[in-house]
Nanobody, 124 residues
């Protein structure tokens, strides 16, 4: 079981950057693929990015590809999401969670035990 606490959200102007962090506890973190998800107001939660347990493999949704970078530090039990060139449509609550393959959009329906998330607001 992995417990997760997201942080790093905030208000930023379009074109700006934010770095989200997800601190995890639990013995299985270093052997678990991890992902970031987001839920915009009035929309379903969506799968944004994932990273394998070793950090060698990654996945990005088309909407964030080239702008977001997922990384992890297993020594610190932390996964990160560097978000650059932010757009107003990136406004959402961002969550991290385990991300067992396959990395497809429907993954969001296969994971549970969501944390509180961190709010990201991008002003135009």
């Amino acid at each position: 079981q992995v417990q997760l606490v997201e942080s790093g959200g905030g208000l930023v102007q379009a074109g700006g950057s934010l770095r989200l962090s997800c601190a995890a506890s639990g013995r299985t973190f270093s052997s678990s693929a991890m992902g970031w998800f987001r839920q915009a107001p009035g929309k379903e939660r969506e799968f944004v990015a994932a990273i394998g347990w070793s950090g060698l493999s990654t996945y990005y949704a088309d909407s964030v590809k080239g702008r977001f970078t997922i990384s992890r530090d297993n020594a610190k039990n932390t996964v990160y999401l560097q978000m650059n060139s932010l757009k107003p449509e990136d406004t959402a609550v961002y969550y991290c969670n385990v991300a067992p393959p396959p990395w497809v959009p429907t993954l969001v329906h296969r994971v549970g035990s969501w944390g509180q998330g961190t709010q990201v607001t991008v002003a135009s």
